[in-house]
């Protein structure tokens, strides 16, 4: 960080500026209490209205700060809430949003969970676990280097290394040697690292939220403008999504969420959190046990937002889209309705129109033939175009436009099952070399979908792809990415 943009987050960071607020020492413990110890995300405006006012009306004399939401001396307590929450809206505190049903809900801004983590680091701890943060970034350093390896020898050769720690464990505990667990030290200071790497995941939700509703802010100036035509709003939106999406932000945020959605995703986090509240209770280890039940939920819940603000921008392009047409036409009905009212208005009087020329005058017509007797010229060759190479680079979007509902997914994982029995891993190519297709490009993509449904076993080699035979005769083939399958 430079010494200007230091400079420019202290003078306009609304994080800064909510804790250079006066009304900052009650306002954020308010806050904080509402939101944060009742573990709730969204709050209806009536009951955060009522939950102020009761905090208003046992508040001291000389504790608020009237100037900052203009407060009127002698307000009663709800008047002086619903400006309160006016201003924290203003100075982007909280954010309002509205449900299915039109009724506005208020929920933190990514800018009060960032001071409120900053506020919770300060709190003294009595125990620091160094051991957990050194393993997570040992664990991380050696995923980078592993992941990143373009030598294949290399590779190869830590997968064995790797191989031969789990064969050297999994002998120990035949043997009946006893494998080191953690202890209860361990455990807690694990425990509290999983805790924070939560809430701090949901933090990074609403940053992903705010991207969102910048786009969408985006393009309604680029629709007041104007100069601006639809295509070019169209344009400006798809183009801008794109770049969220292909952002190394927003790849995070989608691989994380299809994980999180997937069924295979789903059933090991329930399984996961089910032995480690179970190891909790066994070892004594006190732990908030509702926070670890629901902390998926919370996930989920704040993911939402993510594609409700998605959805938002879509809506408003659309409508963008619908008033223009809808204008044109209505302003294409009065006209004709303006013509027809002049042409009855004139239907009844007696029209002389014309010109009287003294002289002949020399007509031309446009588009009279001349005579010519000059050769035509001969015809230019037309070039053809080439015809497109037969490869699919994204299936998943390429399933969209292909009807895959008849296609049935257990009977493709039983062809897939038949292949893995002599083998550990098999590509689409040798699965189909058993097990021929039957419904062509539809049965292959439908292949592809086992990415999401199951993740552990299946996965894309990129850079690479193969062709599959299309028909029996084998004269027609199309490209795919490499893909394989594992016991």
Known sequence: MKQEELLYLLTASPAVLMLRSRSARWYLPFLYQVFKEENRF????????????ETLSHQEDGTEDFEEAKIVFGEDEETRSRKY????????????????????????SAHTEKVFQWLISLQARNHVGTESRFKLLF?????????????????LQMLKDRRAEIDKEI??????????NYSNAQVQERLELFTRLSYELINDFREVEDNFKQIHR???????????????????????????????????????WDFLISRAGQHDWKELTEQLLELLKDRGIE???????????????????????????????????????IARHKRLRQQIGNIKELIFDLMDEEVNAGISLDEGVEIRMLMERRLLFEQKKTAVAVKQPSAASEKITDPERFSRIVNTTHIDKKRLWQKVEHALKEKQTATLKEVLEQQPLENGIAEIVSYFSFLRDKASRVQVIHNTSEHIPLNEAATKFVEVPYLLFSK
Do not use: C
């Open 42 to 53: 969204v709050i209806p405006e009536d009951t955060l209205i009522q939950l102020l006012t």
């Open 171 to 180: 002998k120990a505990i035949e043997l009946g040697v006893a494998p080191d």
């Open 218 to 256: 985006a393009i309604v100036e680029q629709h007041t403008k104007a100069e601006q035509n639809k295509g070019a709003i169209v344009g400006f939106a798809f183009a801008a999504y794109d770049a969220l999406r292909n952002s190394n932000q927003g790849k995070s945020f989608y691989a994380f």
């Open 85 to 108: 929450i006016l201003n924290w809206v203003q100075k982007r505190i909280l954010q309002d949003l509205q449900d299915a049903e039109g009724n506005i809900q208020y929920q933190l």
């Open 139 to 155: 664990n991380s350093l050696q995923d980078i280097v592993e992941k990143t390896e373009d030598d294949r020898p290399r590779r």
């Open 287 to 325: 732990a908030d046990d509702q926070f670890l039940q629901n902390i998926k939920s919370l996930l989920l819940e704040q993911g939402k937002t993510v594609y409700d603000a998605n959805d938002k921008m879509a809506e408003k392009l659309s409508r963008i889209i619908s008033e223009k047409e």
